[in-house]
């Protein structure tokens, strides 16, 4: 299999708690951060290619947990089959980068485009 992306990691579980309950503590903080880095036009693609190990991570103010959540939540909203389609690749050993072009038809560019475009409208 391979590794599930940092970003994916830590948002997976903040979005799940926000796709049963929006009003969560921690849903809430993190919208609120991730959403104002976007309005901030922060740049957000770098976030995608940290790793643990990274001296970087995880960003300034803590913002690649917030943007992890943003994105996961707005995968699960957009492209609920594919996104289940794109985990699935990635246990079968494609790297998340590919199987994201496989299954959702995105480039990590495209995504960080799409997750902006969807919280600028959605929020």
Do not use: C
Not at 73 to 94: D, N, S
């Amino acid at each position: 299999p391979e590794r599930l992306p940092v970003w994916f990691q830590e948002g997976l579980g903040p979005a799940l708690v926000a796709l049963d309950d929006a009003q969560s503590s921690d849903a809430i903080a993190r919208h609120h951060q991730a959403v104002t880095a976007l309005r901030r036009d922060t740049p957000l693609r770098p976030m995608l290619t940290l790793t643990y190990e990274s001296k970087e991570w995880p960003g300034p103010e803590n913002i690649a947990k917030s943007f992890g959540y943003l994105t996961v939540l707005a995968l699960f909203r957009l492209y609920p089959e594919q996104t289940v389609q794109w985990i699935r690749a990635m246990k079968f050993g494609v790297p998340w980068v590919e199987a994201l072009h496989q299954t959702l038809g995105l480039t990590p560019a495209q995504l960080v485009g799409v997750v902006s475009q969807y919280w600028r409208l959605n929020d």
